[in-house]
Nanobody, 127 residues
């Protein structure tokens, strides 16, 4: 099975950028559907972006045009580039991986689709 470790979180000001990394071990990420989720204090975990093995991608409306998911298969790592950060982006960010196949990318936005999760990395956006 694959193990996932996130890094790159921190405290930034509104408008700043961050790049989160999710390094995988044990299996090749190229074979997995991937997702970034986040959980703010007192709120449920929500989808940020998901990507299939075929690189179809879905972004939540709240991050569209500001966040970008990318993969480096040579490094077995997936990244989340976050630009124009807002205070409402403050959350613990989790990466997740799945071997399940869904014909509709919307199905990849459900937490239950993912069997493998990282431990999370905190992102705080504050002035």
């Amino acid at each position: 099975q694959v193990q996932l470790v996130e890094s790159g979180g921190g405290v930034v000001r509104p408008g700043d950028s961050l790049r989160l990394s999710c390094a995988a071990s044990g299996r090749e990420l190229r074979n997995y559907g991937l997702g970034w989720f986040r959980q703010a204090p007192g709120k449920e975990r929500e989808v940020v972006v998901v990507q299939t093995t075929g690189y179809s991608t879905y972004y939540s409306d709240s991050v569209k045009d500001r966040f970008t998911i990318s993969r480096d298969n040579a490094k077995n790592t997936v990244y989340l580039r976050m630009n124009s950060l807002k205070p409402e982006d403050t959350a613990v960010y989790y990466c997740a991986a799945t071997l399940k196949y869904y014909s509709d990318i919307i199905d990849y936005t459900q937490m239950g689709a993912y069997a493998y999760w990282g431990q999370g990395t905190q992102v705080t956006v504050s002035s």
